[in-house]
């Protein structure tokens, strides 16, 4: 069993919004870009997706710094089986917005935590269903004018007025729409040696 404490905790990740998150913790932590190209592999579903980019944030960080517990975290918006993930801009933010209004979208949000020098690797999913009202165009346009959230998967800020357009959230783990699954981030790094409390 690992001594908490022991090891350096590092977030394998760019996302100002997981940041945040585990800010919540608080724990010290570093951050540290992944290199690993978010490409989807051909007829990879948005949880096989999520799940193995998740790990494979994971693994690059932990590669370059085998001594600490990385995690790495990866969200993917599920529509029909078709992964949506971040617009990038205003015409597909729009675009992914007007195809789940009135649908429910099931965030696939994995979490994986890597000890490369303990041989620590741990993976795990939460699923969030998100029912979307049936939303006019003028109320997705304003939302956009106001939010501009071309930076998140499937083009809604919950924690902020994007949870406007939503009519209900379904979940085990609340922080998992916002982009970390922090009840299952705490089990993982308790697990591989991090004390949490």
Not at 49 to 78: H, N, T
Not at 83 to 107: D, E, Y
């Amino acid at each position: 069993m690992f001594q908490p404490h022991n090891r350096k905790l590092i977030l394998g990740s760019t996302s100002p919004y997981r940041r945040q998150l585990l800010e919540r913790l608080r724990l010290p932590f570093d951050v540290v870009a992944p290199a690993v190209d978010e490409t989807p592999l051909p007829h990879e579903t948005p949880q096989q997706l999520a799940s193995r980019l998740a790990m494979s944030k994971a693994r690059a960080v932990a590669a370059e710094f085998p001594a600490c517990v990385v995690i790495g975290s990866d969200q993917v918006a599920d529509l029909d089986g078709q992964p949506l993930g971040k617009p990038g801009n205003h015409a597909r933010a729009t675009a992914q917005l007007q195809s789940m209004r009135g649908r429910t979208v099931i965030f696939q949000t994995a979490v994986a935590v890597v000890c490369q020098d303990s041989h620590f690797a741990q993976l795990d999913l939460a699923q969030v269903k998100v029912k979307f009202r049936d939303l006019t165009d003028l109320e997705i346009e304003a939302y956009l004018q106001a939010e501009t959230p071309y930076d998140c998967t499937g083009s809604a800020k919950s924690e902020g007025l994007g949870i406007a357009l939503l009519e209900s959230i379904d979940n085990d783990d609340p922080s998992a729409l916002v982009g970390l699954p922090l009840i299952r981030t705490c089990r993982m790094i308790r697990a591989a040696g991090v004390k949490v409390l």
